[in-house]
């Protein structure tokens, strides 16, 4: 087995992380940034060395069926959630992880509180989930189209924050991230689904009318970032203009957070010297069995 090892490379989480109660100012924050000392071809090889140790960890968190670990993963669209899950989760154990998608509510879900289809699908002890969309979807197409009255909307932070709290509380590592791209990198990947034919089934009318709204959608990011960054349940703007640099980043503040669980492996139920001399009857009585 993989040792978790202490690695030589910038800090994401620190550079990423939004401390909570700081400011948010996307403007500010630069989508095209990436590490000066990686490169795509460095990235595939350090991510690949990150999934062996996040797999050990997953190993780990399954066996010990105390914690659990939630991923979630906001942005516009095309800004990444299904390459980040492939690329970032697609090695883990699929006993013990779990992706969860959140579209437009059905009638039923629109029929109970907003949080209801989320409390189902969180995580259970000793499983890995990992959100594509999320609650947060709540305060952002939401506020932006008005689909509820600000009054409710606005009340939402603190629902969300307690809900986290209350999922940390009982041993739910949660990890939030924003997948920060530029509008000209969303109109490349665009582009790049309109001339491949194996993309075209990604393509939504929606993708081009929420475009008009990106500046909305900023603001409303802004403030739920600002809002629901917490200790607990911290979330990281991620430059992912760049995806290999999205990937790198991810993987790596994954990768650290849950070796920093410092989860080990739970005991054994049984008295491992009596079941070796167990073992060893077995065998003595499945040789003299051989032999006759
Ligand atoms: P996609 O992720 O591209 O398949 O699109 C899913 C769509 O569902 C997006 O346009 C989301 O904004 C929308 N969606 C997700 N959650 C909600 C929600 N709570 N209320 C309204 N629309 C939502
Ligand atoms: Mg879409």
Redesign the pocket.
Known sequence: MLLPSKSTFMNYIKKFRVKPGSKVRLSEIDPDFSDKDEDKKSSVEKIAKLQEQMNVMQYRLFAEQKRSLLVVLQAL?AGG?DGTIRHVFGTMNPQGCRVA?????SAE?LSHD?LWRIEHQSPKRGEVVVF????Y??V???RV?N?VHKDVWKERYEQINDFERRLAANGTQILKFFLHISKEEQLERFKDRLDDPERHW?I?E??YS?RKYWDDYQAAYEDAIERCSSHDAPWFVIPSDHKWFRNLAISKIVTETIENLGIELPPPHVDIDNIRSSYHEALGWAEAKKDD
Do not use: Y
């Open positions: 669209d959630k998608g959140f579209k437009q509510p879900e907003f594509n969309r999320s609650h979807e709540d952002l197409v939401v189209h689909l990604k939504s929606a993708d929420e």
